[in-house]
């Protein structure tokens, strides 16, 4: 195709019929939700569920206004406002079949950092009826050996001295909800939107922490009248590539950034709501009264999951997910854990059969069309293993249950944090906020084993079960000596009987 449509408002009846558009008017919709942190994962996810509803709604209350809080967003942002805030949601199913659907239900965006106190007079606005985040498992402040808000962080301590200048998430949540209080608003909800297990009572705990300190009346105001409800989402969505971007240059049309995602989606959510909300129970969202099973399903087998492949498969030379449940071992491995480490630990859940959500996902995981790269999934290892797998550790040392597949992970992570390459000397692209302090910890592993799990911010008490480090200690060894992780995954299932001949 010689033409290339530019995609914005205009343009949208211009696109290839094979695109979808919004049906709705865009122009009459106001921002009653805030989205802080947008992402793929939320342009695939709430955005997505959000441009249903409103497709199938006369209301026009429920636009969502996009909020980045730092420098690195002012991408995001200029690209959304160069197209009207549009953007190409691109589902790719594991037959190769492609779906490009155009979501609208962004309408606009601020970049808090360029003017905090406009940023939080947003947040305040009496429109905005729901605060909506994802800010990763890091964005909480929530140190998770002693289960508290970590006040020693720089940005913490700047916004407990400048209330009206905040530079984190927390800063800017109380700050708003101030001005709503002075103002005698009705607060807003504040809805987690992270892989976090209890995600909105960890963000009511980490809120209620650092406005006592800064202010403890609005402290009890918040916890009077704030609500945090807990959520279980789902959808894999991995990062945009120059490929993605070319290939639908190639059906005609520009779009800067667009979003890839798998078809399968799920959104479940308590309802507790402190302003209102959208009906997405009528676009799939499912409101439950305790989401506690969902999440723990869904932390202690996707996404353990992913950290078990991703760990391991890094290690190995596995560049991808889909790459990793292609090789048979490593597809044994993941679904060895999975039955033998996270499953006996899980509650039942109610409408799931287990052992076919398991299929699925290893289903899911092998998509071949879903190039999930492992960078991506390794990112921020030191926030998601104390919440994917070092609990289902915990909890097996306790009950007597295994823990010697998980073993191997950390023990690959310390090799993965110390060395920065795999079993062939290539680097490894490693993105964690405490990098060099993980780097540290487990660089005087050569010297004393048990270096790595001294970190006690990641670890906790784990260096303190002799059953667990006898494991960890000579798997490290091994490791450190032989670094062929395929060897060691083979012979932990050997010892299960596990592999076929």
Known sequence: MNTTIQLNQKNLHNLPDSF????????????????????????????????????????????????????????????????????????????????????????DFVLASDDPSAATDRLADVQTKIVSLTITEGGYHFNSATNAFDFDDSDVQHDLANPQSPKMIFGFLAEALRKRRAKGLPAFTIQSCDNIQHNGDITRKMLLAF????????????????????????????????????????????????????????????????????????????????????????????????????LLGSIHGHATIDGCIADPLFASYVRRFMDVEATPILAPVDGINLDEYKSALIERFGNPNIKDNLARICLESSSKLPKFIIPTMMENLEKGGSTKLAALVIAAWCYYSDKGVDKDGVALDIMDDIKLELHDYASKTEQDSLA?????????????????????????????????????????LSEDQLLTA
Not at 226 to 254: C, H, S, W, Y
Not at 272 to 293: C, I, K, M, Y
Request: contains cysteine.
């Open 20 to 107: 979808v558009v919004p049906t709705y008017d865009r122009s009459k919709l106001k921002s009653g939700i805030v989205h802080i942190g947008v992402g793929g994962f939320h342009r695939s996810h709430e955005a997505c569920y959000n441009d249903d509803f409103l497709a199938l709604s006369e209301s026009t209350e429920w636009g969502i206004c996009g909020m980045g809080l730092r420098e690195a967003d002012r991408k995001i942002g200029d690209i959304l406002k160069q197209q009207d805030y549009l953007y190409t949601l691109i589902v790719k199913h594991p037959d190769g079949h492609q779906e490009n659907r155009v979501i609208g239900s962004l309408v």
């Open 452 to 492: 790595f799990l001294k970190l006690e911010s990641v670890f906790g008490e784990l260096i303190q079960h002799k059953t667990f480090t006898d494991e960890y200690v000579g798997m490290v060894k091994t490791l450190y000596t032989n670094l062929d992780i395929a060897a060691q995954m083979h012979t932990l």
């Open 211 to 310: 406005a006592e300190k800064q202010d403890p009346e609005l402290a009890q105001w918040i916890a009077e009248e704030v609500r945090f409800p807990n959520a279980m989402v789902d959808r894999i969505t991995p990062m945009t590539t120059l490929q993605d971007i070319a290939l639908l240059k190639e059906e005609g049309v520009q779009d800067l950034w667009p979003v890839t995602c798998e078809p399968f989606t799920q959104w479940i959510i308590e309802d507790h709501f402190s302003n209102g909300r959208p009906a997405w129970e009528s676009v799939g969202a499912q409101f439950v009264q305790d989401v506690t099973p969902y999440e723990l399903m869904k932390i202690r087998l996707l996404n353990a999951g992913h950290s078990v492949l991703g």
